[in-house]
T-cell receptor
Framework: AQKITQTQPGMFVQEKEAVTLDCTYD???????LFWYKQPSSGEMIFLIY??????QNATEGRYSLNFQKARKSANLVISASQLGDSAMYFC?????????????FGKGTMLLVSP | NAGVMQNPRHLVRRRGQEARLRCSPMKGHSHVYWYRQLPEEGLKFMVYLQKENIIDESGMPKERFSAEFPKEGPSILRIQQVVRGDSAAYFC????????????FGPGTRLLVL
């Protein structure tokens, strides 16, 4: 079974509108972390936001917020007031385990296109 | 405050040659992870290293691939006798400690095997 599922291969949004990128995850570990990364056309991976499994509140970083619904095992990324520069691939990733090393498992990504 | 450095950014090799990819972690980070991204795919974990130690290489192909992180100098991902299927983007990430720390990625090395 897929550990990270991103069901939207592509999304379109108009500038200044909000957009939600979906991510569901699968783990039996009670301690885990969820990450979102942005990959623009230049190719680098840019860290956006992190949510820990025990965090009581949804994470926010500027225009990015993470809609964390633990019971549904979903960690959707919300981008408010989209900008043209937000056009990129977005990857959801999960780290399992709260101690010791832990690698990241990535979803296949969602391509976001922001139009003027 | 330099981020994770990777070089070269682009590498072209002919089948059968060797590819060496270098990664210098962020200052103060002693944990290095290598990931591979095939075209139109997400990143897949290859290997996790601390200084002079391979901690987890469960994602590494059994043959032709090796990694090291010496006491001095960058981490090296080495691919011997490259084949066309090795063409991919190889990303290095670093973190300051284990468990719960965000991994910061380098710009990647795009390997093209002709």
């Amino acid at each position: 079974a897929q550990k990270i599922t991103q069901t939207q291969p592509g999304m379109f949004v108009q500038e200044k509108e909000a957009v939600t990128l979906d991510c569901t995850y699968d783990t039996s570990d009670p301690s885990y972390g969820l990450f979102w990364y942005k990959q623009p056309s230049s190719g680098e991976m840019i860290f956006l936001i992190y949510q820990g499994s025990y965090d009581q509140q949804n994470a926010t970083e500027g225009r990015y917020s993470l809609n964390f619904q633990k019971a549904r095992k979903s960690a959707n990324l919300v981008i408010s007031a989209s900008q043209l520069g937000d056009s990129a691939m977005y990857f959801c990733a999960m780290r399992e385990g709260g101690s010791g090393y832990s690698t990241l498992t990535f979803g296949k990504g969602t391509m976001l296109l922001v139009s003027p | 405050n330099a981020g994770v450095m990777q070089n070269p950014r682009h590498l072209v090799r002919r089948r059968g040659q060797e590819a060496r990819l270098r990664c210098s972690p962020m200052k103060g980070h002693s944990h290095v992870y290598w990931y591979r991204q095939l075209p139109e795919e997400g990143l897949k974990f290859m290997v996790y290293l601390q200084k002079e130690n391979i901690i987890d290489e469960s994602g590494m192909p059994k043959e032709r691939f090796s990694a090291e992180f010496p006491k001095e100098g960058p981490s090296i991902l080495r691919i011997q006798q490259v084949v066309r299927g090795d063409s991919a983007a190889y990303f290095c990430a670093s973190s300051p400690s284990t468990g719960g720390e965000t991994q910061y990625f380098g710009p990647g090395t795009r390997l093209l095997v002709l």
